[in-house]
């Protein structure tokens, strides 16, 4: 995995982790999904724990729905930090999987076989 490999990829292995998206006005999908992925490297790469990663993945994803095109919805990294921390809201979802239990403090969804955090 090259500089992408996790700082300690025990804390990676055997995770089942869903996280709801962040409530937002949209504008246009286009990039949408690769955004998603480039917020989860991107989070990768900063050596974020796998919660935090996920996290910042459909932050990155919400972000860039919320203008016409692919990426100019994305505001620079610390302001997607900030915008979390300051009690960005998610939509609500209700997932009908056996075992999931929802995480309130973390605001995800953890499966059952989740062997991590």
Known sequence: MGRSRPANPDAWTGREILAP???VS??????????TIA???GGLLR??????????????????????DATSGVPPWSELEKRIRCG???????LKLP???WNPKR???IGPHNEGG
């Not at 809201?89 to 209700?94: A, F, I, L, T, W």
């Open 88 to 94: 960005w809201k998610r939509r609500r979802v209700d």
């Open 107 to 109: 605001r995800l969804w």
């Open 21 to 23: 998206c962040f409530r």
């Open 26 to 35: 949209v504008v246009g999908t286009t990039g949408s999904g690769d955004c």
């Open 39 to 41: 917020g989860f490297l």
């Open 47 to 68: 050596g974020l724990s796998p919660e935090d990663a996920v996290t910042l993945a459909v932050a990155v994803g919400g972000a860039s729905v919320e203008q016409a």
């Open 99 to 101: 075992g999931w239990t």
